[in-house]
């Protein structure tokens, strides 16, 4: 999963291990599968001068990535491939999933649900109080003009059982890889466990719109955003 080490790697090279029904697994990935409310990535798979288009990413029931492709007839395992995700969508959900971070670090609730989009992205919090669109949307426009570096750590389970204070999602526990916990660190406004991808500083996500603050339930407050580009 090398979108865990740097979500800027647009491609790699890699070779097929397994295929099965409509998907491939690789080796190693660019490619974000579908979890935490986050698409799976689209791109190209490029074998012997062949293109094959992948159109979902998603983890199949042994936890591995697989590669939903259109048509996988002429490939074997062990053919080499060049794996190209589609960067403007990727550029997006990073932007996006990182928006809802600042969103997640202004808002003082257990979040219990959320989803990303390239159109649109989202945050359920369980609130029962009246929340100011226009005063969250200024907040979280000042952070991402103060331009906070993003970055990661990684911590044990342990470590977490003792701090469970990071954790702000009620129903969603963290993505473990190697029983490591990926935490996600902006500046010193937030930090929470997390495996999407996300720019390297607020000012790379842009101007967010709060487009709508809906009530989805007594204590379920819904936040909505987008890129006001």
Same mark, same amino acid.
């Given at each position: 999963?090398l979108f865990?080490?740097?979500?800027?790697?647009k491609?790699?090279?890699?070779?097929?291990v397994k295929?099965? =029904? =409509?998907?491939?697994?690789l080796?190693d990935t660019?490619?974000?599968?579908?979890s935490g409310?986050?698409?799976?990535d689209?791109g190209?798979l490029l074998?012997?001068?062949?293109?094959?288009t992948v159109i979902d990413t998603?983890y199949?029931?042994?936890k591995n990535?697989?590669?939903v492709c259109?048509?996988?007839s002429?490939?074997?395992?062990?053919?080499?491939?060049?794996?190209?995700?589609?960067?403007?969508?990727r550029?997006?959900?990073?932007?996006?999933?990182?928006a809802?971070h600042?969103l997640c670090?202004?808002?003082?609730y257990?979040?219990t649900?959320?989803?990303?989009?390239?159109?649109k992205?989202?945050?359920?919090f369980?609130?029962e109080?009246?929340?100011d669109r226009?005063k969250?949307?200024?907040?979280?426009?000042?952070?991402?003009?103060q331009?906070?570096e993003?970055?990661y750590?990684w911590?044990?389970?342990?470590?977490?059982?003792?701090k469970?204070?990071?954790?702000?999602?009620?129903?969603?526990?963290?993505?473990?890889t =190697? =029983?490591?916990?990926?935490?996600v660190?902006i500046?010193?406004?937030?930090?929470?466990p997390?495996?999407g991808t996300?720019?390297?500083?607020t000012?790379?996500i842009?101007p967010?719109k709060?487009s709508k603050i809906?009530?989805?339930?007594?204590m379920?407050k819904?936040v909505n955003l987008?890129?006001n580009?």
């Amino acid at each position: 999963m090398l979108f865990l080490e740097d979500a800027y790697l647009k491609e790699c090279e890699t070779v097929a291990v397994k295929i099965e =029904n =409509n998907g491939i697994i690789l080796k190693d990935t660019v490619f974000y599968a579908k979890s935490g409310g986050q698409p799976g990535d689209n791109g190209r798979l490029l074998i012997n001068n062949n293109e094959i288009t992948v159109i979902d990413t998603v983890y199949n029931p042994e936890k591995n990535i697989t590669h939903v492709c259109e048509n996988i007839s002429n490939i074997k395992i062990g053919d080499k491939i060049t794996a190209k995700i589609d960067w403007n969508q990727r550029f997006i959900h990073m932007r996006m999933h990182s928006a809802l971070h600042l969103l997640c670090s202004l808002v003082p609730y257990g979040v219990t649900g959320g989803q990303i989009s390239k159109e649109k992205s989202r945050l359920d919090f369980n609130a029962e109080d009246k929340m100011d669109r226009g005063k969250i949307e200024d907040e979280i426009n000042k952070l991402v003009e103060q331009d906070h570096e993003i970055s990661y750590q990684w911590i044990t389970n342990e470590e977490l059982d003792q701090k469970p204070e990071l954790v702000r999602t009620m129903s969603v526990k963290p993505p473990k890889t =190697n =029983n490591k916990i990926r935490l996600v660190k902006i500046g010193s406004i937030d930090l929470q466990p997390c495996g999407g991808t996300h720019v390297k500083s607020t000012k790379e996500i842009g101007p967010i719109k709060i487009s709508k603050i809906e009530n989805k339930g007594k204590m379920n407050k819904r936040v909505n955003l987008v890129l006001n580009d």
